[in-house]
C-alpha cells in the first residue's frame, strides 16, 4: 500500500466517461483487478477505481461521473495533482486456461490493463446506449451489444473462464450462466484498506469488507 | 514530552494495516461487545458536503473473540492497545470489564458510552462507569456524545462514577438523502457524522469539560492536521485521536505528529503539551 501525490497529465473523454491520465510515480499498477483510492479535490474521502491502462510512466483511470466526487476527479486538468494509494484488494486470477471478458458499462474500465496482460483475450461488452459503446474502442475486437441486448445473450454454452466486471443484476446473470468466473464488485468505501468496515458484502453467510476479500470474489 | 497521538476507535484496523498502527502511540480497538455482531446492512458510508455519515453498527467478533484472536495478534505486532467497550446494558460493560482486567496486554479501557448507530443502554453513562469501576482496576475512559445539552455534566457525572480520563468526542447522529429518489443514502437511515464539521462541535466539548473535572482528555473530532490538533490541545486535550482522516490518509499520524510539533514551535511553544489549556483562559 504506498500511496502519493501524482501529477496529472490530462483527460481524454471517452464517450460518456472520462479518461483521467497521471504520473505513475511511486505507484505501482498492480494486478488487474486490483483498485487505487483516488482522493477527489475539495472532498472528506477519496474514491475506488480500478486501473484502466499502464502506460510508460503513466497510470488512466476510466471515470463514470455520477456524482460530485467523480465530477471532481473528471475535472482534474494537466499539471494538478491527485492524491492516489495503492494498488488495494485482490485482482483477477490471470492463470485460467480460456479466460473471456464480460464487462457492463463503466465493468469495462478495468478490462484494457487486464488484456494487457493477457493478450489477444476475447471479450464481451455491454452498454446501456450507443455514446456509453464508444468505450469499447479501448478494446479493440471486443464484441458489443447496447441494451436492450445483455451481454449475457452473446454468451457462449460453455463460457470458459469468465473475467467480468459491471452492474450488480450483470454480475448476477453471469454468475448463474458461469459458476467458475471471477466477478469484480463495487461497493461504497470509504478507506480501500479494510479501515472502515463500510463496504461490506454477504460472503458465506457473513458480511465481509470488499476491500479486503475482493474486490474480485469467484462466482461459486 | 509530547502529545500521544492514537485512532479514534472503529477508523482503523491494526491488522490489515499493521503499518498505520506502529505509526501511533498506542492502538484503539473497534468497540467490543459480549457477543459477535454482523453490524447494520449496508449501504453503511455516505459522504456529505463537510465530512461523512457511517452506520457500522459494531461489527466485531465479541468478546471472546478478541480474547482468543485479536488481542493476541495486536501483542504480536508490538502495539500498545487500549479496548473500546461497548454493550447494550450496564452489565455487559461491567462484564467484559472484568474480562479485561487482568490482561497484561490491555493498558486502558475505553466505554463508549455513545455510539449512533445502535440501541443504547438504558442505564445513565454514570451508572455504566460506576458498574465498569467496581470490576477493573485498569483505567476507565468514558466516551460521551457531543449531542447532549450540557457535556460539562455528563463529565462530572462520570468522573464522580470513577473514570480516570475521557475521550471527546464520539460521532453525532446524522441523515442525507439520496438527491435522485429523496431516500436515506444508509441502509439503517442515519448514521454517525464526522469529519470536518465534527470539528468545532469537538472543540467546545473538550473546552467544556476540561474546565469542568480534571482528569486527562482525550480530544478527536475532525482533526486532519497537526494545527488540528494543537487547537484540540490549545482547549485542553493531552491525547488526540484521529479518526475519519485515516480513511483519506493512512499516513496521517506520522504526518500530523510531525505537523503538531512545527505548529507548537511556529507559536513559541518548546513542546505541543505547554499549549495545553491556553484557550480556556
Known amino acids: 500500500m504506498t500511496g502519493a501525490e501524482l501529477r496529472v497529465t490530462g483527460t481524454e473523454a471517452v464517450g460518456p466517461y472520462t479518461l483521467l491520465r497521471v504520473e505513475a510515480g511511486p505507484i505501482e499498477p498492480g494486478i488487474p483487478g486490483q483498485f487505487f483510492m483516488l482522493r477527489p479535490p475539495g472532498h472528506v474521502l477519496p474514491r475506488p477505481m480500478s486501473l484502466c491502462l499502464s502506460r510508460a510512466g503513466e497510470l488512466c483511470f476510466l471515470i463514470d461521473a455520477i456524482g460530485p466526487g467523480t465530477q471532481a476527479l473528471c475535472g482534474l486538468t494537466a499539471g494538478d495533482h491527485l492524491h492516489v494509494l495503492g494498488p488495494l484488494g485482490n485482482g483477477f486470477d490471470l492463470t485460467v486456461p480460456r479466460p473471456l471478458l464480460v464487462g457492463g458499462g463503466i465493468g469495462v474500465a478495468p478490462f484494457p490493463y487486464l488484456a494487457q496482460a493477457l493478450r489477444d483475450v476475447p471479450a464481451i461488452l455491454g452498454f446501456s446506449t450507443a455514446a456509453h459503446a464508444e468505450a469499447a474502442a479501448l478494446l479493440p475486437g471486443a464484441r458489443v451489444v447496447v441494451e436492450p441486448a445483455l451481454v449475457t445473450s452473446l454468451l457462449p454454452a460453455d463460457p470458459g473462464d469468465v473475467l467480468a466486471c459491471g452492474p450488480e443484476p450483470m454480475l448476477e446473470a453471469v454468475r448463474s450462466l458461469a459458476p467458475r468466473a471471477q466477478l469484480a464488485w463495487e461497493a461504497p468505501m470509504a478507506c480501500g484498506y479494510g479501515a472502515c468496515f463500510g463496504c461490506v458484502v454477504e460472503l458465506d453467510g457473513h458480511l465481509q469488507r470488499l476491500c479486503i476479500a475482493g474486490p474480485v470474489l469467484r462466482a461459486a | ?281
Request: charged share 20%.
Open chain 2, 1 to 281: 514530552m509530547t502529545v500521544p497521538i492514537l485512532n479514534a476507535s472503529g477508523c482503523l484496523d491494526a491488522l490489515t494495516a499493521p503499518e498505520v498502527a506502529l505509526e501511533l502511540d498506542a492502538f484503539v480497538t473497534k468497540t467490543i461487545t459480549p457477543q459477535p455482531r454482523e453490524g447494520n446492512p449496508p449501504v453503511r458510508i455516505a459522504e456529505t458536503e463537510s465530512g461523512m455519515l457511517n452506520s457500522i453498527g459494531l461489527q466485531g467478533p465479541g468478546i471472546e473473540g478478541l480474547l482468543a484472536q485479536t488481542l493476541p495478534a495486536l501483542a504480536a505486532l508490538g502495539l500498545r492497545v487500549w479496548v473500546s467497550v461497548g454493550g447494550f446494558s450496564s452489565e455487559d460493560y461491567a462484564g467484559i470489564c472484568e474480562r479485561l482486567d487482568e490482561r497484561d496486554d490491555v493498558e486502558v479501557l475505553e466505554l463508549n458510552l455513545s455510539c449512533p448507530n445502535v440501541e443504547e443502554a438504558p442505564e445513565t453513562a454514570a451508572q455504566i462507569v460506576a458498574g465498569c469501576r467496581s470490576r477493573t482496576s485498569k483505567p476507565l475512559y468514558a466516551k460521551l456524545s457531543p449531542a447532549t445539552w450540557d457535556i460539562a455534566e455528563s463529565a462530572r457525572a462520570v468522573v464522580a462514577a470513577g473514570a480516570d480520563g475521557l475521550s471527546l468526542v464520539n460521532t453525532m447522529r446524522g441523515m442525507a438523502l439520496d438527491p435522485a429518489t429523496l431516500r436515506p443514502k444508509l441502509g439503517p437511515g442515519t448514521g454517525g457524522y464526522s469529519g470536518p464539521a465534527l470539528r468545532p462541535v469537538a472543540l467546545a466539548c473538550v473546552s467544556a469539560c476540561a474546565r469542568a473535572v480534571d482528569v486527562p482528555i482525550v480530544g478527536m473530532g475532525g482533526v486532519a492536521s497537526g494545527l488540528d490538533a494543537l487547537e484540540l490541545v490549545a482547549v485542553g486535550a493531552g491525547v488526540v485521536s484521529l479518526g475519519t482522516v485515516l480513511f483519506a490518509d493512512p499516513a496521517a499520524p506520522a504526518r500530523v505528529r510531525k505537523e503538531l510539533d512545527a505548529e507548537a514551535t511556529a507559536r513559541g511553544f518548546a513542546n505541543p503539551l505547554q499549549a495545553r489549556g491556553v484557550a480556556n483562559g
